[in-house]
């Protein structure tokens, strides 16, 4: 299991990063993102502090563990120039907290965020087909989460991925040890929103994908 978008006491999470990445390899995890919320308040708080630890604690914990950030309720105007700023603080994780129906996010999010250099748009909510389009053509990988409330919308996002061949991956969205879920549930998660075996083998192979980018 990988899960690349995970939350620390650095955000609204409950473990500080090296228990969040123990408690992930006990758990039989082979990678997890640290992908605090963040803004323009806190990212030179958040993403230099993780970047410091990441490689030590991949090694010694048998896992990978990468730095990143979750842009959260940024403006859809700035989250192209927030981008590019975490890109220089060492994420290497970038996602962008999407229009999920469950949270005030601001209209035009789920558009800025696949016009900017971001990794996954994590719980995209009711995404459009054009949206789905936009993240096929960026190579931008859509989330299916096993977070409760955001995974309300799951279904509607696998239909609109599936239909414009936008890539998906599928996270936790893990604030405390409980939401580490075991492979076997996040496959259960993804064959209920809609995705057969093969499918969900792909989102595997994405999240994958998307580790081996980011530490080169």
């Given at each position: ?133 936009l993240a096929a053509e960026r190579g931008i990988?859509l989330e299916i989460t096993t977070r409760k ?18 890539k998906l991956v599928v996270n936790n969205d ?43």
């Amino acid at each position: 299991m990988i899960d690349l978008h995970t939350h620390s006491i650095f955000s609204d999470g409950e473990l500080i990063p090296t228990e969040l990445a123990r408690r992930a390899a006990a758990a039989g995890y082979r990678g997890i993102a640290i992908t605090d919320h963040g803004d323009y308040s806190n990212f030179d708080l958040i993403i230099p502090r993780i970047a410091r630890i990441a490689d030590d604690l991949s090694a010694a914990l048998g896992l990978t563990v990468l730095p990143g950030i979750e842009l959260t309720h940024i403006p859809p105007e700035m989250i192209a120039r927030a981008t590019r700023e975490v890109r220089t603080l060492g994420a290497r994780i970038v996602v962008c907290h999407g229009e999920t129906i469950v949270e005030p996010v601001a209209e035009g999010t789920n558009r800025a965020a696949l016009e900017a250099d971001i990794d996954i748009l994590s719980h995209p909510g009711l995404i459009t087909a054009e949206e789905a389009v936009l993240a096929a053509e960026r190579g931008i990988c859509l989330e299916i989460t096993t977070r409760k409330g955001h995974s309300l919308t799951n279904g509607h996002v696998a239909r609109a991925a599936l239909a414009q061949g936008a890539k998906l991956v599928v996270n936790n969205d893990a604030h405390g040890p409980g939401d580490l879920v075991s492979l076997e549930m996040a496959r259960k998660v993804a064959l209920g929103a809609g995705l057969s075996e093969e499918q969900f083998a792909q989102c595997r192979k994405n999240s994958e994908e998307l580790v081996q980018k980011a530490l080169r």
